[in-house]
């Protein structure tokens, strides 16, 4: 198997277990990974698209399920008029920490069959492989 396809597999695989864990707190892990972000102070959602790597459109969809599960609302921008910010809900700042946990905890078994400098020596190969333009 080559190297990008063992990559592809492996985060198929990572993704799946991750996604059956955090389905008990009724996200997904793009859902989580803009949680994470508007817990921390509102956010545009070109802002929130950018960071994920995703369409405008695509970001609206996951939006929508966040709004509608009650996690995040949209609010009017206090300094432009045409633009909203996201902001997570007292709903979604509570479920956060658990699901985090969730994730990290999955995380940690399905990386528990490599030493701890060879999973840091994976993390540095895998930035630099997805580093922009550096």
């Not at 799946?16 to 996200?27: I, P, R, S």
């Not at 695509?58 to 921008?77: H, N, Q, Y």
Request: net charge neutral.
């Amino acid at each position: 198997m080559s190297l990008l396809a063992l990559l592809d597999r492996a985060s198929q695989v990572t993704g799946a277990v991750v996604d059956f864990v955090l389905k008990e707190h009724g996200v997904t892990r793009a859902e989580l990974a803009v949680l994470e972000v508007v817990a921390g102070g509102d956010a545009l959602p070109s802002e929130l698209a950018e960071r994920a790597g995703v369409t405008r459109a695509g970001m609206t969809k996951r939006l929508d399920r966040l709004e509608r599960a009650g996690l995040v609302e949209r609010i009017p921008s206090p300094t432009d008029r045409r633009s909203v910010l996201v902001r997570a809900t007292a709903a979604g700042r509570s479920m956060l920490p658990s699901a985090v946990a969730a994730r990290d905890r999955v995380e940690a078994q399905l990386l528990a069959r490599l030493a701890p400098g060879d999973q840091a020596h994976l993390g540095d190969i895998l930035r630099r492989l997805l580093a922009e333009g550096d």
